[in-house]
């Protein structure tokens, strides 16, 4: 009997030994992780942004090019870059855990599975060209009708003449008296 509790002993502390060296590897590769970011460009380079490991936004960069474009141009732009961004987060995941805990572990095909459904590969993009910016501003309420085209410059007329009060002619109401009486 005592041979079987030293060896039941044994398993034991083989069992934590494991364990331990398995909580070590997870550990590493927590920081690992935790230390990666992801920094991305938009094709044409007016948005630039970089990515924690958790996919939040750290840092975004709109360059002066993109002030020619209409807002929900660069607001697109920003999102397709940073979906893009995202979506390379389950590769430097799955990176970190072959060189740390190896792929072959349930667990750590679990969380690969799970960045996979959280930040998936962007759609393919058909970006149509933009439309060209009207830089035309219009105040004042805008018809449906067409806008006539302005004719030639009316000639301009001189102004009438001055009229000079003549003393018989003043008109202020007051018959000779004081206002303020």
């Given at each position: 009997m005592p041979e079987d509790v030293g060896a039941s002993e044994r398993m034991l502390g083989q069992w934590q030994q494991d364990i331990e060296r398995k909580a070590e590897r997870y550990q590493e590769m927590a920081a690992r992780v935790q230390g990666l970011s992801i920094s991305e460009t938009s094709r044409d380079g007016s948005v630039r942004l970089t990515i924690g490991s958790n996919g939040i936004l750290t840092h975004l960069e709109i360059a002066e090019s993109a002030r020619d474009k209409r807002m929900a141009e660069v607001s697109a732009e920003v999102m397709r870059t940073l979906q893009r961004?995202?979506?390379?987060?389950?590769?430097?995941?799955?990176?970190?855990?072959?060189?740390?805990?190896?792929?072959?572990?349930?667990?750590?095909?679990?969380?690969?599975?799970?960045?996979?459904?959280?930040?998936?590969?962007p759609p393919h993009e058909d970006v149509p060209p933009p439309p060209p910016v009207n830089r035309e501003m219009r105040f004042g309420i805008e018809d449906d009708t067409p806008r006539q085209p302005p004719g030639p410059p009316r000639p301009t007329q001189p102004p009438p003449p001055r009229r000079h009060a003549r003393p018989d002619d003043e008109d202020d109401d007051f018959g000779g008296r004081s206002f303020l009486s």
């Open positions: 961004a995202q979506s390379r987060i389950p590769e430097l995941l799955r990176q970190a855990m072959a060189e740390t805990i190896g792929t072959g572990d349930q667990t750590a095909n679990a969380l690969f599975d799970e960045a996979k459904r959280t930040f998936p590969a």
